[in-house]
């Protein structure tokens, strides 16, 4: 690829842009906030920091829904300020910019997913290059093939590797062999699944209202997928009765109750696909054992459990969070990984 190039990474929880050569310069929630249904007002982490506090005319959202691009003017503005941020232009206000020698003429290679449809997978395309951003080649990289690459695996021979990667919205579980997917399933299963089902008990049990964002502190801290761990974290809520602010201690016990259903159909997604794999591949995995990546793979136990349901080896990678753009990373600066990359051109586009 050439010298300036960028690799992106649009997750439905966080967008993470790597520079080649420079490594990850990007690492936001992907996240805007409209005011008045016009005027962005903040983006990334600072938009996470109004989540849930904002008032009735301030609109925070994710542009991105089920690994998916859902809001293309929302996520083509939030990428547009992320790159000329990057560029050199330091501008609160997001709106037309004009091209920055830092970023005019660069490459780009984008992550999606495997199992999605050709017009959302062309979406990822078309965000580049209907851009106001001066592009120079834009190139496409299936999300388990990134993946794989990031945790160190030779993706590139016939030894058969498996990835199981737990994002925000979605699981990906995918076989890969000479550089290919071979099977590949996305499930509707992910870590803000687990935060809306610890929301539910909490409230079921001990009649409490808590947000989304104190629902993902309860999981980071207490989550567990053995029921064997005792702990507890102290938080902030709604009494469901009197509707008055009240602090309340909540057990590991319960969060297991809350995300032990969603674990299990995981492994069931798992085992369909071990079940489909081809048997040379199979014991290709029996030697290597199953890759886990992603935000929730640092899930205490988790590592445990599929091992038992699997009698599998289970690799937790390192640095789960980053494997995909990392991975994007090694395929931009490693030339004999660069036939990973697809250059795909959409038909209405010339």
Do not use: W
């Not at 609109?59 to 560029?87: C, F, K, Q």
């Not at 297991?256 to 492994?267: G, T, V």
């Amino acid at each position: 690829m050439a010298a300036k190039a960028f690799g992106i990474d649009l997750g439905t929880s966080t967008i993470k842009i790597y520079k080649k050569g420079h490594g990850i310069v990007l690492d936001e929630r992907n996240m805007i906030a409209i005011a008045d249904r016009k005027t962005v007002i903040a983006t990334g982490d600072e938009a996470f920091d109004m989540y849930e506090k904002a008032p009735a005319n301030i609109e925070i959202t994710y542009p991105v829904r089920y690994g998916v691009i859902a809001d293309v003017a929302n996520m083509l503005s939030l990428l547009t300020h992320y790159m000329h941020r990057l560029g050199g232009q330091n501008k609160r206000k997001i709106g037309k910019f004009n091209p920055i020698s830092g970023i005019s003429g660069a490459d780009y290679i984008v992550a999606t997913p495997f199992d999605i449809t050709e017009v959302e997978r062309r979406s990822f395309y078309e965000l580049i290059a209907n851009s106001n951003l001066k592009v120079g080649k834009i190139k496409i990289v299936e999300k388990p093939v990134a993946d794989a690459v990031g945790a160190d695996l030779d993706v590139m021979s016939a030894r058969g590797v498996m990835v199981v990667n737990i994002g925000a919205d979605t699981t990906e579980i995918s076989v890969l062999s000479l550089g290919g997917i071979v099977l590949s399933k996305l499930i509707p299963i992910g870590g803000n699944k687990l935060d809306e089902a610890i929301k539910s008990i909490v409230k079921r049990i001990h009649n409490l209202y808590i947000g989304d964002k104190t629902a993902e502190n309860i999981k980071k801290k207490l989550a567990c997928a053995l029921p064997t761990v005792e702990a507890s974290v102290t938080v902030y809520g709604r009494d469901v009765v009197t509707g008055l602010p009240v602090e309340m201690e909540i057990g590991s016990s319960i969060v297991y109750e809350a995300i032990s259903e969603y674990l299990y159909s995981i492994i069931d997604a798992v085992k369909m696909i071990l079940e489909r794999t081809p048997p040379e591949i199979v014991s290709d995995i029996i030697d290597s054992g199953i890759y886990v990546t992603g935000g929730s793979a640092n899930i205490f136990g988790l590592d445990e459990l599929i091992k038992k349901e699997t009698d599998l080896k289970i690799n937790i990678c390192q640095d789960p969070t980053n494997t995909v753009v990392n991975g994007l990373g090694r395929i931009m600066e490693d030339p004999k990984l660069s036939s990973l990359a697809d250059s795909l051109r959409p038909k209405n586009l010339i």
